[in-house]
T-cell receptor
Framework: GAGVSQSPSNKVTEKGKDVELRCDPISGHTALYWYRQSLGQGLEFLIY????????KSGLPSDRFSAERTGGSVSTLTIQRTQQEDSAVYLC????????????FGEGSWLTVV | GENVEQHPSTLSVQEGDSAVIKCTYS??????FPWYKQELGKGPQLIIDIRSNVGEKKDQRIAVTLNKTAKHFSLHITETQPEDSAVYFCAATLDDKLIFGTGTRLQVFP
């Protein structure tokens, strides 16, 4: 596709359930990022994948959060045992490589935990 | 790690006036400074960026300046229009990660 694609666009889940959020980066982009944006807040870095290197997981807020990137393309962010404070927009982004290249964002997945 | 501060948090201007948003960063190793515009319900979109070997860059009504010594950079929007109303984020790149400022909500009144 022409841009970064995320699904679902909206997700409402019950507290305690697991959720999976999917990201399709721009074709050919080797770098992929996940950010979290709480209502009216800035963007919080979660995790970064670059090619075949080990991901930078330094931003994951707890061990309930994990992410995978299969075949160097599609990525899935998984939140286990969701809590109400996990409610936020989860934004995925990609770029050609890493540093200094334009990073393009998807429209986000809006997660509401009730 | 890198820390980016952004001011002001809100900015209201009259259509046609200029708007300036300022950011500071903490790590002198940061070398890439993009600005993103985010409209309600949308993902952030890049509007302009600057690299550490350049002091100023302009694209039509938008310009960005970088002072490496002082570790601050600014976004300037001239001849503002109502469609410029949005949240603007500055960012700095360190170790391939974008660290964002907290955002500025710009309102342009007709």
């Amino acid at each position: 596709g022409a841009g970064v694609s995320q699904s679902p666009s909206n997700k409402v889940t019950e507290k305690g359930k697991d959720v999976e959020l999917r990201c399709d980066p721009i074709s050919g982009h080797t770098a992929l990022y996940w950010y979290r944006q709480s209502l009216g807040q800035g963007l919080e870095f979660l995790i970064y994948f670059q090619g075949n290197s080990a991901p930078d997981k330094s931003g994951l807020p707890s061990d309930r959060f994990s992410a995978e990137r299969t075949g160097g393309s599609v990525s899935t962010l998984t939140i286990q045992r969701t809590q109400q404070e996990d409610s936020a927009v989860y934004l995925c982004a990609s770029s050609w490589t890493g540093s200094g290249n334009t990073i393009y964002f998807g429209e986000g997945s809006w997660l509401t935990v009730v | 790690g890198e820390n980016v501060e952004q001011h002001p948090s809100t900015l209201s201007v009259q259509e046609g006036d200029s708007a300036v948003i300022k950011c500071t960063y903490s790590d002198s190793a940061s070398n890439y400074f993009p600005w993103y515009k985010q409209e309600l319900g949308k993902g952030p979109q890049l509007i302009i960026d600057i690299r550490s070997n350049v002091g100023e860059k302009k694209d039509q009504r938008i310009a960005v300046t970088l002072n490496k010594t002082a570790k601050h950079f600014s976004l300037h929007i001239t001849e503002t229009q109502p469609e410029d109303s949005a949240v603007y984020f500055c960012a700095a790149t360190l170790d391939d990660k974008l660290i964002f400022g907290t955002g500025t909500r710009l309102q342009v009144f007709p």
